[in-house]
């Protein structure tokens, strides 16, 4: 489930119950309290998760404006045993608790566009070591991620062309 409508569905259903109590007792236009009902879960399914969107604040402090402007020296991480479901902003959440995300690349297999498992997150220099400590062999989304700090590429040209 997204989170937008996981964040919603508390508002959305109390909305739900509310149109069926003033539709069951106050009939209106002769339809069926049914039809009402269905047109209020309806609008409210449309609206509450526009407004949950607007009213969202930032998490814990970290505005995406201040990670995008982040300039100072960043580490990379290695994000392994991630969910096939994870997406990037799920990770960019979790990773935000302990500091400053500056980016989240989650792998893709090339020819299924599948997620791998895997991925690198760009991080504050100073929050890296933190966030290995504190997320590594931590439960998410059922599974038990492997955080530390990413190794640098090795092309494996050789010399030969």
């Known amino acids: 489930m997204l989170p937008i409508f996981r964040a919603s569905l508390p508002y959305t259903l109390a909305l739900a119950v509310l149109s069926f109590a003033i539709f069951y007792f106050l009939p209106l236009l002769g339809?069926?309290?049914a039809f009402l009902v269905?047109?209020?879960v309806v609008l409210a399914g449309i609206c509450i998760p526009i407004l949950v969107d607007v009213k969202s604040a930032p998490i814990q402090g970290h505005s995406?404006?201040?990670t995008q402007a982040y300039t100072g020296e960043t580490t990379t991480l290695y994000v392994g045993n991630l969910?096939?479901?994870a997406n990037e902003d799920a990770v960019r959440e979790l990773f935000q608790r302990y500091g400053i995300v500056i980016n989240v690349r989650l792998m893709?297999?090339?020819q299924t566009g599948r997620r791998r498992?895997?991925?690198f997150v760009e991080v504050a220099y100073k929050d890296?070591?933190?966030m290995i400590e504190k997320l590594n062999d931590f439960d998410f989304q059922e599974r038990t991620l492997k955080v530390r700090e990413a190794k640098e590429?090795?092309?494996n040209d050789d010399g030969q062309e």
């Open 128 to 130: 890296g070591a933190k």
């Open 38 to 40: 269905v047109i209020g």
């Open 117 to 119: 498992g895997f991925g």
């Open 31 to 33: 339809l069926h309290q």
């Open 108 to 110: 893709k297999d090339r």
């Open 64 to 66: 995406v404006a201040a």
């Open 83 to 85: 969910p096939y479901r």
């Open 153 to 155: 590429r090795q092309d």
